[in-house]
């Protein structure tokens, strides 16, 4: 943790207070972090990841600043609609009905694939990962609760939160309920009020879904059902974290309705205000102008990136170049840019020699970028301006040590060089020696075309990777 007059003090823009914030835990050094996680009904696309890849810079700087850090990140297999609204389908439901397959095998699936995308984009694994589906009890004992605290009501079709029952509905966004409406046609239904939310559905017909239960088995008296999408991120997050926590994260998107319905049912469940103390949330990754989206095409998984040649992690690196509050275009002709800096990134980096020496002021230039609000472009940008520093020593170690933020695998172990390189290798000094060097740099060339690099030291040759830029 930094000094609290200290220019490096973390601040972090809050969407409650709507404002960059000294960020102060409730028990330090000890915090506490809970991260929307994915629907697992589909792979995730490069907008979804941008969000991960967010969640895990914060908890990177987090752990920079040496806070003790339990991250939990949700699973939703169960609940999840078509629309944010309590309307439309179960989109695992869907799936598996699409696919053939069991709703538990749609979810384990994508949930796999979902735990290669964060191996592959070196995205943290979370402390905690909770799956809906295996807190059904937590759920159903949290809405019992509320009902007998007076916030529920039921319809044909469920149980429902009634916001009217809480003094600021909205407060996260910024909503009175005349704004909710706007722009938005919502479908009242049995409703009381429009931005009244379900905590239980009822099954239409039993035995129609797939994954249903029986609230009576968890002793409340409601019909079969499942639970809605929000009580799960209040249930979860409070059984690992507490009735009251640090941060609480998410996309863009999540805070209106989501968040918004999370902190209503929390704060009158847990009789906490705030529930959760510092809010952020990422901007969206558009393509074309348009949030990139499965209906609005520009949807690339990770996967799709690799068969056309892309490393991940220069997705990361793309990523990182932007703020993540301000949205962030994504094209394959910018990915590839930003593929280009990367490897002459790595290159640069191959070709310094280790001095032992750490570079405190440009130390100190990049701890206060992150901890302004996580300015990871500005902290790159201060990356580069130490390699091109002629004058400055401590290149290396210094740009591993900003690598436990950044995240890009700058810090290579040793490689394996190969036979025939070794061989070229040995060639090409034998020609230098003779001075020869026309010949050696020809070698010098063959040798990058293998992937590797010679440098010259003072204790000889050295070789190490290289890729072609
Ligand atoms: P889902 O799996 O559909 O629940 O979405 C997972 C997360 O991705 C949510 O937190 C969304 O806010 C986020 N998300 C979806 N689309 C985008 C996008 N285009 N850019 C950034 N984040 C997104
Ligand atoms: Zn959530």
Known sequence: MT?????????????LSRGKQKFEP????????YECGPTVYWYQHVGNLRRYIFGDILTRILKYNNYNVKRVMNVTDVGHLTSDDDTGDDKIEIAAKKEKKKAKDIAEFYLKK?????????ILDPDTWCKATEHIKEM???????????????TSDGIYFDTSKIEKYGELTNLDSEDMEAGKRVDMKEKKNKTDFALWKFSEEKGKRQQEWDPKDFGAEWKIGYPGWHIECSAMSSKYLGKQYDIHTGGEDNAPIHHNNEIAQSEAAFCVRPWVKYWLHSAFLTSGNKKVSKSEGGLFTVEELEKKGFDPLSFRYFVLNGHYRKQLAFSIDTLKQAQNTYKRLKNKLREIEDDGEENKEYLDKFEEAINNDLNTPKALAILWDL????????KLKTVKIMDKVFGLNLDEEEIKIPKDVEELAEKREIERKDGNYEEADKIREKIKNLGFYVNDTPEGPKIKKYENE
């Not at 390699?387 to 401590?394: F, M, S």
């Open 3 to 15: 000094d609290k007059n200290s220019k490096k003090t973390l601040k972090l823009c809050n969407t």
């Open 26 to 33: 409730i028990n330090p050094p000890e915090v506490g972090i």
């Open 140 to 154: 159903i004992e949290l809405i019992k609760i509320l009902e007998e605290k007076g916030y529920t009501y039921e």
């Open 114 to 122: 979902f735990k290669e995308d964060f191996e592959k984009l070196n």
């Open 387 to 394: 390699l091109r520093d002629d004058q400055a020593k401590g």
